[in-house]
């Protein structure tokens, strides 16, 4: 049976579940396994989740789908998933606690930016200006699943979707210095004024995105996507001839 590759938020506990599973193993198998804190379940959760839309990249044959993609968009308002991360909770008690507590910034990366104050002013400063704001994060791949083509369509998805599905105004987002090449093609501009700084003892790099700054070789078809998107509630790549199973386990080095 073909198998295809769709883009699209998690739509039940048990996607919900695989996608936290797969960040979590994602995360513990790279250079950012700092941020995991370990647990027996094996599920990565934090406070901000619970304002977060939970995208996964799903490789499905039309009966089932494998998770093998996952990054998560925090906003500033409660998650449509809210209530199946409480239950999630419910069911691993010993996770409670990271739902429970709360989160110390309203986006992840204001804890870490170099110049606290002056990030925390032009967030208020688009806020009162009425822009809506995300902050992508936990971007990770299934650590078995390479392909070259895999990292440009996620991020041209997410950026259809963000930009022209929600009609969010700025995307933000943390990254390892080494990643900067790829995101300023894509639009992505320096948040932190040229400083790099430490995001919990890894180096990294701030950037935003709007829609304005996006290359007009992607806008035309950045539109169709975010149709695609608004019709069936998810992107489909147009084949998966780049994805090449790997026979042992890689290092997953793209998290943002």
């Known amino acids: 049976m073909t198998k295809s590759i769709v883009f699209r938020q998690a739509s039940n506990l048990l996607e919900l579940k695989s996608l936290l599973k797969l960040r979590y193993h994602g995360y513990l198998n790279s250079q950012c396994a700092s941020l995991i804190e370990h647990n027996k379940h094996q599920i990565d959760l934090d406070a901000y989740d619970l304002r977060s839309l939970h995208f ?8 089932r789908a ?3 993609g996952y990054v998560r968009l925090i906003q500033d308002e409660m998650s449509p998933v809210a209530p199946l991360l409480w239950q999630l909770a419910f069911m691993y008690p010993e996770l ?18 170099p110049d606290q104050e002056q990030a925390a002013y032009q967030i208020a400063q688009a806020k009162a200006e009425g822009k809506k704001m995300l902050e992508a994060s936990r971007f990770v791949f299934d650590p078995s699943i390479r392909s070259r083509g895999l990292l440009g369509f996620v991020t041209e998805a997410t950026l259809s979707i963000v930009f022209f599905g929600l009609s969010y105004h700025q995307l933000m987002l943390v990254c390892n210095p080494s990643h900067c090449r790829f995101y300023t093609r894509v639009g992505f501009q320096f948040f932190d004024e040229g400083l790099q700084s430490d995001y919990q003892d890894l180096p990294a790099r701030f950037m935003v995105n709007q829609a304005s700054q996006l290359p007009e070789q992607y806008k035309k078809r950045m539109i169709t996507l975010a149709c695609q998107y608004d019709q069936y509630g998810g ?10 199973k790997s026979a042992s386990a890689q290092k997953v080095n793209k998290a943002a």
């Not at 996964?56 to 009966?63: A, E, I, M, P, V």
């Not at 409670?96 to 930016?113: D, G, I, S, V, W």
């Not at 084949?239 to 090449?244: A, F, K, M």
């Open 56 to 63: 996964g990249l799903f490789q499905t044959d039309g009966l």
């Open 66 to 68: 494998q998770p093998i």
């Open 235 to 244: 992107i489909r790549r147009p084949d998966n001839s780049g994805l090449i």
């Open 96 to 113: 409670r606690p990271k739902l429970e507590e709360k989160a110390p910034t309203l986006f992840p990366f204001m804890q870490y930016h």
